[in-house]
Structure formats: structure tokens, C-alpha cells
């Protein structure tokens, strides 16, 4: 088994602030991705890296910069906070291919003040 | 582009009857996947059952679905719900693209 671990678990910024997640997994899967979830808006793709260095926009990457300098890890930048933003990111990993699962940390949940 | 639909946000059943949750989907892909997620409180999602095999019905947990590409679904049904199976409920598509669409999500709320 594996573990995805996301820090910090609460993130409170100001507005126009820079704002970085952190993600690490240790199943060393190949592909990673970072969601937004919002109350009925299910969960939406920001970026997703199918292997180190790479970097994929997802439909929600406009405002978000990411990160893939390892296997292991993935970060994922909130270029500008917006004033009262609120909202889960969660950090998810798998193998790839159509019918790979993907295993989901935990969450940072971001306040903007 | 590729689209899931859950049409309901919220559905709310009386324990030890049965559920359906509606799951349909748009895509152009040929190699498809499907998944239902679930989120309970608290916690990160985690995938329930999958499919990729048209017609076959796939069960885990006392949750079964069956992938239809004639009609472009994935319902999930349980003939019985408990008050344990309270949470919220993804369905999902996956590609060879490496990407995975959800569904905005059908909460599941089971009454005593």
C-alpha cells in the first residue's frame, strides 16, 4: 500500500497572496493531479503530470502554476488568492491509463480573508 | 469534449430501501473506463467499483452497476441502504488520455 500526504491541511492567505500546496506520494505512481472541489461542482481538473518535469493543463488551470520536480511529489500554486476564496484542493495519484483508480490525499482547505 | 452528468444533487432514502444514483456520460473515446468514487465525511475519495465491459454488472460493498454504452450510462444501485453508506457519490469516466472527467456529485443521505 502507499500513502499521498498533502500539506498544510488549512491554508488561510489575503487576497492577491501566493500560495503554494504540497503533495507527496510514495506509491510511485507515474501520474499526478490536483482538483479544486467545490460544493456541487463535483471535482475539477487544474493541472496533472504524467511523469516528472511533465506538466498538463487541466480545464481549471487558469490562476494556478504547478510543479513536478520529483516522482514523488507535486505542487500546485495559487498565483493570486482571491478575496473570499474557499475551497478543498485535493492531491490524487495513479498509474495511468483508462482504467487506472486514483488514490486521493486528504486535502488542503484554502480560506481566502 | 467528454462530459459526466449526475443529475441529482441530493437524494435522500429510507433505510433498508433501495437507491439509485444516475450516472450518464458524452465522449468520443473508445477505450472508456467507468468508476464511482465515494467521499465520506471527513475523508478523501475512494473508488467503489469500476467498469469497462459493456453490459457486465460489477458489484462491491452491496453497491452494484452496470456500464450500458447504448444508453451512455453507469447507475449505481444497492437493493438495500444502510446508514453507513451516507456520503457523497462521483461518477467518473477515464481515457487513454490519462485524464479522469467527474460528475458534479450526488449526495447520499440515509434516514433512520
Known amino acids: 500500500g502507499g500513502i499521498i500526504t498533502q500539506t498544510p491541511k488549512f491554508l488561510i492567505g489575503q487576497e492577491g497572496q501566493k500560495l503554494t500546496l504540497k503533495c507527496q506520494q510514495n506509491?510511485?505512481?507515474?501520474?499526478m493531479y490536483w482538483y479544486r472541489q467545490d460544493s456541487g461542482k463535483g471535482l475539477r481538473l487544474i493541472y496533472y503530470s504524467i511523469t516528472e518535469n511533465d506538466l498538463q493543463k487541466g480545464d481549471l488551470s487558469e490562476g494556478y502554476d504547478a510543479s513536478r520536480e520529483k516522482k514523488s511529489s507535486f505542487s500546485l500554486t495559487v498565483t493570486s488568492a482571491q478575496k473570499n476564496e474557499m475551497a478543498v484542493f485535493l492531491c490524487?495519484?495513479?498509474?495511468?491509463?483508462?482504467?487506472?483508480?486514483?488514490?486521493f490525499g486528504p486535502g488542503t482547505r484554502l480560506t481566502v480573508l | 469534449g467528454d462530459s459526466v452528468t449526475q443529475t441529482e444533487g441530493l437524494v435522500t432514502v429510507t433505510e433498508g430501501l433501495p437507491v439509485k444514483l444516475n450516472c450518464t456520460y458524452q465522449t468520443t473515446y473508445l477505450t472508456i473506463a467507468f468508476f464511482w468514487y465515494v467521499q465520506y465525511l471527513n475523508e478523501a475519495p475512494q473508488v467503489l467499483l469500476k467498469s469497462s465491459t459493456d453490459n457486465k454488472r460489477t458489484e462491491h460493498q452491496g453497491f452494484h452497476a452496470t456500464l450500458h454504452k447504448s444508453s451512455s450510462s453507469f447507475h449505481l444501485q444497492k437493493s438495500s441502504a444502510q446508514l453507513s453508506d451516507s456520503a457523497l457519490y462521483y461518477c467518473?469516466?477515464?481515457?487513454?488520455?490519462?485524464?479522469?472527467?467527474f460528475g458534479t456529485g450526488t449526495r447520499l443521505q440515509v434516514l433512520p
Open positions: 490524487a495519484s495513479g498509474t495511468g491509463g483508462s482504467y487506472a483508480e486514483q488514490f
Open positions: 506509491f510511485n505512481h507515474d501520474t
Open positions: 467518473a469516466l477515464g481515457s487513454n488520455t490519462n485524464k479522469v472527467v
